[in-house]
C-alpha cells in the first residue's frame, strides 16, 4: 500500500503577491477590483486565517516601513509616528473589499 498523497496548503507570501499583482492590474475598478484580487489572494492562501494575515500583514509591514523611515529622515519622532500610523491606518481601510473577498477565497479554498 502507498501512502496517501499529501495535500499542499496555500502561501501567505505568494497571496500576497497574487493580491498585490491583480489589485495593480484592476486599480481602475474602484471596490470590485480589490474584492477580486482578495477572493484569487484568499484561495492562494489556503484558509481564511492565513488570507486575513495576508491582507494586514501588508499594510502593517508598510506603515512599520514608513514610521522608521519618516523618522530617520527627518529627524523628529513624531513625524514619522504620524506618518507611520496615518499610513497603516489608510491602507487598513482601503483593504475592505480585499478583506472581505480573502475570507470568501479562503472559505473556498
Given at each position: 500500500?502507498?501512502?496517501?498523497?499529501?495535500?499542499?496548503?496555500?502561501?501567505?507570501?505568494?497571496?500576497i503577491?497574487?493580491?498585490?499583482?491583480?489589485?495593480?492590474?484592476?486599480?481602475?475598478?474602484?471596490?470590485?477590483?480589490?474584492?477580486?484580487?482578495?477572493?484569487?489572494g484568499?484561495?492562494?492562501?489556503?484558509?481564511?486565517?492565513?488570507?486575513?494575515?495576508?491582507?494586514?500583514?501588508?499594510?502593517?509591514?508598510?506603515?512599520?516601513?514608513?514610521?522608521?523611515?519618516?523618522?530617520?529622515?527627518?529627524?523628529?519622532?513624531?513625524?514619522?509616528?504620524?506618518?507611520?500610523?496615518?499610513?497603516?491606518?489608510?491602507?487598513?481601510?482601503?483593504?475592505?473589499?480585499?478583506?472581505?473577498?480573502a475570507?470568501?477565497g479562503?472559505?473556498?479554498?
Open positions: 500500500m502507498t501512502a496517501p498523497a499529501r495535500v499542499r496548503r496555500g502561501s501567505i507570501v505568494s497571496a503577491g497574487w493580491m498585490f499583482l491583480i489589485a495593480a492590474l484592476l486599480f481602475w475598478l474602484p471596490g470590485v477590483g480589490p474584492f477580486i484580487a482578495g477572493i484569487v484568499g484561495r492562494k492562501a489556503g484558509g481564511v486565517g492565513a488570507a486575513i494575515v495576508a491582507v494586514i500583514l501588508p499594510a502593517l509591514c508598510l506603515g512599520g516601513a514608513l514610521l522608521v523611515l519618516g523618522t530617520m529622515l527627518t529627524g523628529i519622532p513624531l513625524l514619522g509616528m504620524v506618518a507611520g500610523a496615518g499610513t497603516a491606518v489608510l491602507l487598513l481601510l482601503h483593504a475592505g473589499p480585499l478583506l472581505l473577498g475570507i470568501i479562503g472559505l473556498t479554498a
